[in-house]
């Protein structure tokens, strides 16, 4: 089975272009989680969705940063204007229906540099 | 602020020992916890869990213990092995459920 997919892998745009990352989450998951691991901060939850919906996005750090879930198989993060600091590796996530307590399946991330 | 932590940035341990790292979380509303494994360019990957009923839990070479009163899990590889060379995050969840914590990660070596 396919795991979830994120893409590009890698991205490295100029300060203050748009930045796009995508995710498709694992089949039949209900949650899905979007992190972001820098060496200051470590690995934290940006923002989470059930059923498509937006449910606590109180890790997002500034307005620049918006995500949306238009269906169960898709979502994107997305950053505008980027800044050097949004410099990261951004993960996606997925967990099955009932996602307390379910182990959350991830994404190889998507490593952007900002310049 | 940290809610948890993880105070051994890295290990070394020779192959066939045990490896022992450790956890500690701030949060007494946390009930749930989690062990991950991540290896370079990879995304972190579920190894093991434990709810707050219980105080140990096994799953082959790999146990995790939970002391609830010192707000302390550790999670044991015995034996180590070669392939167990990695970042390990210890993560917590509460009654949110959903909203996993995460430590700042133990990289492992294990030396052949």
């Known amino acids: 089975d396919a795991g979830v997919i994120q893409s590009p892998r890698h991205e490295v745009t100029e300060m203050g272009q748009e930045v796009t990352l995508r995710c498709k989450p694992i089949?039949?998951?209900?949650?899905l989680f979007w992190y972001r691991q820098t060496m200051m901060r470590g690995l934290e939850l940006l923002i989470y969705?059930?059923?498509?919906?937006?449910?606590?996005d109180s890790g997002m750090p500034e307005d620049r940063f918006s995500a949306k879930m238009p269906n169960a198989s898709f979502s994107t993060l997305k950053i505008q204007p980027s800044e050097p600091r949004d410099s990261a590796v951004y993960f996606c996530?997925?967990?099955?229906?009932?996602?307390?307590?379910?182990?959350?399946?991830f994404g190889d991330g998507t490593r952007l540099s900002i310049l | 602020d940290q809610q948890v932590k993880q105070n051994s940035p890295s290990l070394s341990v020779q192959e066939g020992r045990i490896s022992i790292l450790n956890c500690d979380y701030t949060?007494?509303?946390?009930?749930?916890f989690l062990w991950y494994k991540k290896y370079p360019a990879e995304g972190p990957t579920f190894l093991i869990s434990?709810?707050?009923?219980?105080d140990k839990n096994e799953d082959g070479r790999f146990t995790v213990f939970l002391n609830k009163s010192a707000k302390h899990l550790s999670l044991h590889i015995v034996p180590s092995q070669p392939g167990d060379s990695a970042v390990y995050f210890c993560?917590?969840?509460?009654?949110?459920?959903?909203?996993?914590?995460f430590g700042g990660g133990t990289r492992v070596l294990v030396k052949p």
């Open positions: 996530a997925s967990s099955p229906r009932g996602g307390q307590n379910q182990p959350q399946h």
């Open positions: 089949s039949g998951h209900d949650y």
């Open positions: 969705f059930n059923n498509n919906v937006p449910i606590d």
């Open positions: 949060n007494s509303m946390f009930d749930y």
């Open positions: 434990i709810s707050s009923i219980k």
């Open positions: 993560a917590a969840s509460g009654a949110a459920g959903n909203k996993l914590t």
